[in-house]
């Protein structure tokens, strides 16, 4: 085969032609390839970097939770000893109305014995008025 030869520089230029068209071929692929990793890469870190926030936020919610659950319970303690206070004040005073009641009850029952009493003098009084004034006459 001779250079000169018109089949043998079919074949060398078709070699030729063939090589550059894979190196194109090679050099869009590997763009391609590359372009796919860094987008790849690319959401991971992305990814990643949302996790992390996730994460935080997550933290920081924990942390208002447990706030907010010890103010609950602090204000839950207040009201229980409140409530019991209040209980305690009401037994007292229920104690108290009781008391108050029994010497009413008492206050009214000398007084109806005082009524009767003043009846009874009464009577005699215009009993006697009434002997009195027969004799009298």
């Known amino acids: 085969m001779n250079p000169t030869n018109p089949t ?16 194109a071929v090679t050099s869009i692929l590997s763009g391609v390839g590359l372009g796919l990793l860094l987008i790849i890469g690319g959401c991971a870190v992305l990814a990643g970097f949302g996790g992390f926030v996730l994460w935080k936020q997550i933290q920081r919610q924990s942390v ?11 204000e839950i303690a207040s009201l ?9 004040g009401l037994e007292s005073a229920g104690a108290q109305l009781a008391k108050q009641l029994s010497l009413l009850e008492q206050a009214k029952s000398q007084l109806n014995r005082h009524e009767k009493d003043v009846e009874t003098v009464r009577r005699r009084l215009s009993i006697l008025e009434g002997d009195s004034g027969d004799r009298r006459r």
């Not at 229980?80 to 209980?87: D, F, I, K, P």
């Open 64 to 74: 208002t939770v447990d706030q907010m659950e010890q103010r609950i319970n602090k």
């Open 8 to 23: 043998a520089l079919n074949v060398k230029r078709s070699v030729d032609r063939q090589r550059k068209e894979q190196r």
């Open 80 to 88: 229980q000893a409140r409530n019991a206070e209040l209980s305690s």
